[in-house]
């Protein structure tokens, strides 16, 4: 009876120690799903589609990845906000555009949606270090635009988005940051943890 019990309890801790290694081995594919199962990693659509006044952006990280966004420009223009959108961690920036063309409504502001590297249009593959560099640039193209009140910038980001803006904020404590998780996914808080612990 002795040998079976410790033959159990070894047999479980194997199992224990490789599931471990499994999600050690695959947490950027958990994390970060750039594209959704059954959907095309291109845009179904562009904010066009929703009347929305937008242009394309590209910008260069400091790692030299080209990223994608999106600038949505209040229509008619207003000296409102400008809201630095960061979105979950599956699918793109087109999948999100119904919940921000509500928020440009609501709060009378613009709108930057950055697509993470890996993501949408944008070049790469995503890691935690990426992604934060990808906030980085995103921020700096902002602060550096004419046609914005740049003292007036908020950080918003939903789930994933949450973590990679409360780490531009840590690391750009002169910007506002709101958080919007409506799930608290121990992945997000793993995450976010990680980013502040390194």
């Not at 630095?84 to 999948?95: R, V």
């Not at 908020?154 to 531009?168: D, I």
């Not at 002169?174 to 799930?183: G, N, S």
Request: glycine share 8%.
């Amino acid at each position: 009876m002795v040998s079976f019990l410790k033959a159990l309890v070894y047999g479980a801790g194997g199992v224990a120690v490789v599931g471990m290694v499994a999600l050690v081995a695959f947490q950027e594919r958990l994390v970060y799903v750039p594209v959704v199962p059954g959907l095309a990693r291109a845009y179904p659509f562009t904010p066009a589609r929703l009347r929305l006044d937008y242009e394309d952006v590209f910008l260069r990280t400091s790692d030299g990845v080209r990223l994608h966004s999106w600038f949505i420009k209040h229509s008619p223009p207003k000296p409102g906000p400008t809201i630095l959108f960061f979105q979950e961690n599956a699918g793109n920036i087109a999948h999100r555009l119904e919940f921000v063309r509500i928020m440009m409504q609501r709060l009378q502001c613009n709108v930057f949606m950055l697509s993470y590297r890996g993501y949408g249009e944008s070049d790469g593959h995503p890691s935690q270090h990426g992604i934060i560099m990808d906030s980085q640039a995103a921020l700096d193209h902002l602060t550096q635009r004419k046609d914005i009140d740049t003292s007036r910038i908020v950080v918003f980001g939903r789930s994933l988005g949450g973590a990679v803006g409360a780490v531009l904020v840590k690391n750009n404590p002169d910007k506002f940051l709101l958080l919007y998780w409506r799930i608290l996914s121990p992945l997000s808080w793993t995450w976010l943890a990680l980013c502040f612990l390194s």
